[in-house]
T-cell receptor, first 111, second 115 residues
């Protein structure tokens, strides 16, 4: 089976940097995705790592270590609008289709 | 708007009734997924279509749940004899087989409340 662990809540102030960790166990692994979901909204894709290392997309970066079954999402220059839930999700390969989501981390950004 | 759309956005029903939800994916996407999300949880996979073929179905999907995707376009999810435990947000997502990282585009969801 698959399991993912991430912190349930993180708080930070505007302008700060925050890191959301994700550890996983899975019988098959192709990559790790990150999604953002605002209250009442749909999950939206943020980032993806198939290989070890850091992927940078603007203020957001994501890191993966396949040997440690670990990844993180790094959010820089936090803004109030970044307050949302962030989910890591295991991708077992595009031919299999489904994503396995963690329980999510609720990020609250204070002014 | 070329995003994923779902209808209805909200559904309130009494226990024992049948409900049907519709999802219209992004037009060029050949993959369509249904997920269920409850408060404080991440989306849980229900089923997956590639074109009109239903390729995978979660063990979460009891016999009361059925999904179709006729002609590989829109999809419907039907829940028969609803139970209070079926109350959740039902999310539809689509993606394209050509995507190198299985980016899934989610619709706004249908919130089901079973009384």
């Amino acid at each position: 089976g698959q399991s993912l662990e991430q912190p349930s809540e993180v708080t930070a102030v505007e302008g700060a940097i925050v890191q959301i960790n994700c550890t996983y166990q899975t019988s098959g692994f192709y990559g790790l995705s990150w999604y953002q979901q605002h209250d009442g909204g749909a999950p939206t894709f943020l980032s993806y790592n198939a290989l070890d290392g850091l992927e940078e997309t603007g203020r957001f970066s994501s890191f993966l270590s396949r040997s440690d079954s670990y990844g993180y999402l790094l959010l820089q220059e936090l803004q109030m609008k970044d307050s949302a839930s962030y989910f890591c999700a295991i991708d077992r390969g595009s031919t299999l289709g489904r994503l396995y989501f963690g329980r999510g981390t609720q990020l609250t950004v204070w002014p | 708007d070329t995003g994923v759309s779902q209808d209805p956005r909200h559904k309130i029903t009494k226990r024992g009734q049948n409900v049907t939800f519709r999802c219209d994916p992004i037009s060029e996407h050949n993959r369509l997924y249904w997920y269920r999300q409850t408060l404080g949880q991440g989306p849980e996979f229900l089923t997956y279509f590639q074109n009109e073929a239903q390729l995978e179905k979660s063990r979460l999907l009891s016999d009361r749940f059925s999904a179709e995707r006729p002609k590989g376009s829109f999809s419907t999810l039907e829940i028969q004899r609803t139970e209070q435990g079926d109350s959740a947000m039902y999310l539809c997502a689509s993606s394209t087989i050509t995507s190198s990282y299985n980016e899934q585009f989610f619709g706004p969801g249908t919130r089901l409340t079973v009384l």
